[in-house]
C-alpha cells in the first residue's frame, strides 16, 4: 500500500469550476508538499506546508495534521491549469525519507 | 535567473550503453537529487548529495552512478547493469536537505532504450 494516496487520479473540469485535489497519507509527517508538472515534464514546486492553510494566487492548500490529510483546492479554474499534481510528504530530516503521490492528471475546458 | 538545467530532453541508449545525464544549477544550493518517474507511479529517489564530494543512495541505486565534484553539478550515468532504464529523470536541488525550504526542480530528461 503507498504512503501517499491521492485522488482523484484523473479530473476533468470547465473552465471557471471549482477545483479538489485530496492527498492521504499513513506516515507521521514533517511538511507536505504540492507540486505542478506541466506536459514537458518540468515540475514547479506550488507549496510547503505543515499546518493550517496557504494561498497563493488561485490555488489554496491545507493539511489536517490529525487527519493526515491535505487538500489542494484551485479557484475559477483555466485551461492553463491543466497538469498533474504531485502530493509529497516528509516524514523525517532524510532526503530518503520524502515520499511522493502518484499524482493527478487535471485538465481544464474552455 | 537562476535555475537547473537538465540536459539533454530526450536521450536514446542501445542496450548495453552507459549514457550520462546532465544537471546544472546556478541557485547555490548545497543539496542535489535525482528522481526517476515511471508512469502511474511516484517519483522514486536513486542518489542524492547533500554537499560536495558526497553522495548517498536512494531508494533504487542500482544501475545508476553519480559524482558531485563542483557544488554546480551532479551527473548521473545510467549503466548497462540497469534492468530496465527507459523513464523520466529528474534533477532537484533545495537549500539545505529541504529540512526548512521547498525544492527546485529541473525540466527532465526522457530516456529510451532502443
Known amino acids: 500500500k503507498n504512503e501517499v494516496e491521492q485522488s482523484p487520479q484523473n479530473l476533468t473540469a470547465q473552465e471557471g469550476e471549482f477545483i479538489t485535489i485530496n492527498c492521504s497519507y499513513s506516515?507521521?509527517?514533517?511538511?507536505l508538499h504540492w507540486l505542478q508538472q506541466h506536459p514537458g515534464g518540468g515540475i514547479v514546486s506550488l507549496f510547503m506546508l505543515s499546518s493550517g492553510k496557504k494561498k497563493h494566487g488561485r490555488l489554496i492548500a491545507t493539511i489536517n495534521i490529525q487527519e493526515k490529510h491535505s487538500s489542494l483546492h484551485i479557484t475559477a479554474s483555466h485551461p492553463r491549469d491543466s497538469a498533474v499534481y504531485i502530493c509529497?510528504?516528509?516524514?523525517?530530516?532524510?532526503?530518503?525519507?520524502?515520499?511522493f503521490g502518484s499524482g493527478t492528471q487535471l485538465t481544464v475546458l474552455p | 535567473d537562476g535555475g537547473i538545467t537538465q540536459s539533454p530532453k530526450y536521450l536514446f541508449r542501445k542496450e548495453g550503453q552507459n549514457v550520462t545525464l546532465s544537471c546544472e544549477q546556478n541557485l547555490n544550493h548545497d543539496a542535489m537529487y535525482w528522481y526517476r518517474q515511471d508512469p502511474g507511479q511516484g517519483l522514486r529517489l536513486i542518489y542524492y548529495s547533500q554537499i560536495v564530494n558526497d553522495f548517498q543512495k536512494g531508494d533504487i541505486a542500482e544501475g545508476y552512478s553519480v559524482s558531485r565534484e563542483k557544488k554546480e553539478s551532479f551527473p548521473l550515468t545510467v549503466t548497462s547493469a540497469q534492468k530496465n532504464p527507459t523513464a523520466f529523470y529528474l534533477c532537484a536541488s533545495s537549500i539545505d536537505p529541504a529540512r526548512r525550504y521547498g525544492y527546485t526542480f529541473g525540466s527532465g530528461t526522457r530516456l529510451t532504450v532502443v
Open positions: 506516515v507521521g509527517i514533517s511538511a
Open positions: 509529497a510528504v516528509r516524514s523525517g530530516g532524510s532526503a530518503r525519507q520524502l515520499t
